[in-house]
């Protein structure tokens, strides 16, 4: 679509090439193209710049300071209109002519009013009670015919259709059948404007037009589809103003109206215009004063995408990524002293946990869990996998770093996950989307801001749907970035035991659609080295069976960490590595090299109170 828009952007790309031609007898100095005047002889008082950020800007420094861009340098130096200017520009850039399908029917020229300026009563009501000035009504060239207003569209200077409308019953219009639906009010819009303002009643535009904003009215009033037809006629004249400015009434009809207006005349041009009153005419009525409306203007709304903002929209964001309140990023880590300041999981993405079967990555997720709820985490566990009792009773170890808690003990941990954990008690399979119709509902009800979902062979896809795949985890990320919450992840390593070598997975390791791992914000993989744990339970019987040298070796052995955590991708975080852990297979919890070889007790019961059995 070669709108005003495309023809600017295409001179400013050519600026030195436009100014060679507009203007032969001028000089380059630095950036800037040197010439006399607009007359074109030579001389440094006009210059245009052709090079830079502002690249297409011109002044006249000798003739009061006319400046503007390439487009009014055009019709400056060939004394054209913007029309004109226009189709010359856009042949001389070889863009062809816009082209717009239009309907194949023939209009009927209406015949022209037998009316007179408005006087006696239709004078008075415009005047009186609707407050318009004489000299909005003579520029939209406002008739009277007995006691009926005669509203002339005109393009061009010819008639192209009319709308009658009577002072005693305000609900009595017609129209000239049959004729073009074009815009009212383009007698009173200067032909080298390149700003019009659009608005939805003929009395509105004169009002707007007294304000200082000349307009044009649709003919048909708000709403979408067929009253709208008007855009088919209209499209190519209004190609050539650069901003349209859409103050239509404060209503639905008005702003469907918008919408419609906005997807076919393009929103980068378009710019919404709200009103302290439904219309102009009531603001004029009220006499609310031209300072106002012309605030109304220059704080009138873009019609960008909603997907589409600034930069700076997010300095206080990018502030506080650098500087976070209260001297902490926002999210939630590890219980690892190692890694506790390494790795973190922030709002709005999704992380991945894989790893073979049986090598304890639920496990882990599951103490993590614990310790984020400790943090201050509102957690929602879809184990689909595992029936909630179960998971729990895993967690009860963990929570209270005990293997057999007493009853009392049990309740009390009970008691304090109830606080801040939701469990989706299902297990099987189960789609996407009704998994995250719940999790919608615990995140508005409850404020849940951390999800886990084990695993995503259980969400109805098959191992072999690469696409179904992906699709889930766009819906997955999608939803975590939209809500602002965190989602934990389980897929299964495609290694049967462990990575060619030995290790821990990597990326690439994840079991299905190379999307899971692409689109997933963090990474991470969970290998038990087997090995170990193997000589670790042999060493332990010989020592149990009093071999000194069996208990040498076991005590030896016990510094190296049978689990290794890797963190594959952390994409907003500045680490990635490899953290090794130790288990403890009476309380299921990790530890790390750098912390407390007992573990972490998040809840107690009073003194005196027994907590193990």
């Known amino acids: 679509m070669t709108d005003i828009t495309v023809i600017k952007r295409a001179l400013e790309g050519r600026a030195k090439e436009v100014a060679e031609r507009l203007l032969p007898r001028g000089v380059l100095e630095g950036r800037e193209w040197c010439v006399g005047s607009i007359q074109g002889e030579a001389g440094r008082s006009l210059k245009v710049c052709v090079q830079g950020a502002k690249a297409g800007t011109w002044a006249d420094f000798a003739a009061g300071g006319d400046s503007g861009d390439l487009i009014d340098l055009w019709c400056a130096v060939k004394g054209q209109q913007l029309p004109e200017a226009l189709e010359d520009i856009r042949a001389w850039l070889g863009l062809e002519a816009p082209q717009f399908e239009k309907r194949e029917k023939t209009y009927r020229r209406p015949p022209k009013p037998a009316c007179t300026a408005p006087k006696s009563a239709v004078k008075d009501y415009l005047t009186r009670e609707r407050k318009l000035s004489e000299h909005a009504i003579a520029a939209y060239r406002i008739g009277e015919q007995d006691r009926t207003i005669v509203f002339p569209s005109l393009v061009e200077g010819e008639l192209r259709f009319v709308k009658f409308r009577s002072i005693d019953d305000k609900r009595r219009m017609r129209v000239e059948a049959d004729c073009e639906p074009v815009l009212f009010g383009w007698q009173a819009i200067d032909r080298n404007a390149r700003e019009v303002t659009i608005c939805e009643g003929e009395i509105d535009a004169p009002s707007l037009f007294d304000y200082g904003f000349p307009?044009?009215?649709?003919?048909?009033?708000?709403?979408?589809?067929?009253?709208?037809?008007?855009?088919?006629?209209?499209?190519?004249?209004?190609?050539?103003?650069?901003?349209?400015?859409?103050?239509?009434?404060?209503?639905?009809?008005?702003?469907?109206?918008?919408?419609?207006?906005?997807?076919?005349?393009?929103?980068?041009?378009?710019?919404?215009?709200?009103?302290?009153?439904?219309?102009?005419?009531?603001?004029?009525?009220?006499?609310?004063?031209?300072?106002?409306?012309?605030?109304?203007?220059?704080?009138?709304?873009?019609?960008?995408?909603?997907?589409?903002?600034?930069?700076?929209?997010?300095?206080?964001?990018?502030?506080?990524?650098?500087?976070?309140?209260?001297?902490?990023?926002?999210?939630?880590?590890?219980?690892?002293?190692?890694?506790?300041?390494?790795?973190?999981?922030?709002?709005?993405?999704?992380?991945?946990?894989?790893?073979?079967?049986?090598?304890?990555?639920?496990?882990?997720?599951?103490?993590?869990?614990?310790?984020?709820?400790?943090?201050?985490?509102?957690?929602?566990?879809?184990?689909?996998?595992?029936?909630?009792?179960?998971?729990?009773?895993?967690?009860?170890?963990?929570?209270?770093?005990?293997?057999?808690?007493?009853?009392?003990?049990?309740?009390?941990?009970?008691?304090?996950?109830?606080?801040?954990?939701?469990?989706?008690?299902?297990?099987?399979?189960?789609?996407?989307q009704p998994l995250l119709d719940v999790f919608e509902y615990a995140r508005c009800r409850y404020g849940c801001d951390t999800f886990i979902i084990d695993s995503l062979m259980r969400l109805g896809i098959g191992s072999e749907d690469y696409q179904g795949q992906e699709q889930a985890v766009f819906t997955l990320v999608n939803w975590a970035v939209e809500k602002d919450v965190h989602i934990h992840l389980v897929a299964h390593s495609r290694k049967a035991d462990k990575r060619a070598g030995g290790g821990a997975p990597e990326t690439e390791d994840i079991k299905g659609a190379s999307e899971i791992g692409s689109n997933a914000f963090n990474i991470l993989g969970v290998w038990r080295d087997r090995e170990v744990e193997e000589k670790i339970k042999a060493l332990t019987e010989k020592a149990d069976r009093g071999d000194q040298a069996a208990g040498g070796a076991l005590a030896q052995l016990a510094n190296e960490p049978t689990v290794i955590l890797n963190v594959a991708k952390q994409r907003n975080g500045d680490w990635e590595g490899k953290c090794g852990l130790w288990f403890n297979s009476g309380s299921y919890q990790y530890r790390g090299s750098q912390d407390s070889r007992w573990g972490i007790k998040y809840v107690s019961l009073d003194d005196g109170v027994e907590e193990a059995a």
């Open 215 to 432: 307009a044009l009215s649709v003919p048909f009033g708000g709403g979408k589809g067929e009253k709208q037809r008007w855009i088919e006629a209209e499209y190519e004249r209004l190609l050539r103003f650069e901003t349209i400015y859409l103050a239509l009434d404060n209503d639905a009809e008005g702003e469907a109206a918008v919408v419609e207006i906005v997807a076919r005349l393009g929103r980068h041009r378009c710019r919404r215009v709200t009103l302290p009153l439904k219309d102009a005419n009531e603001c004029l009525k009220a006499g609310i004063p031209t300072a106002t409306i012309r605030e109304c203007f220059e704080a009138a709304a873009t019609m960008d995408p909603p997907e589409l903002v600034r930069a700076g929209q997010f300095t206080d964001d990018v502030v506080k990524l650098f500087w976070p309140t209260g001297g902490q990023e926002v999210g939630y880590r590890m219980p690892f002293g190692k890694i506790a300041s390494k790795l973190l999981f922030r709002p709005a993405e999704l992380t991945v946990w894989t790893g073979p079967s049986g090598h304890g990555k639920s496990q882990l997720l599951s103490h993590a869990a614990v310790d984020w709820g400790h943090q201050g985490a509102k957690v929602c566990i879809a184990s689909l996998e595992m029936v909630p009792k179960q998971f729990l009773k895993r967690m009860v170890k963990q929570a209270g770093n005990v293997d057999r808690p007493t009853e009392p003990f049990i309740r009390a941990i009970m008691q304090w996950m109830d606080g801040w954990l939701w469990c989706f008690n299902l297990v099987g399979k189960v789609g996407v």
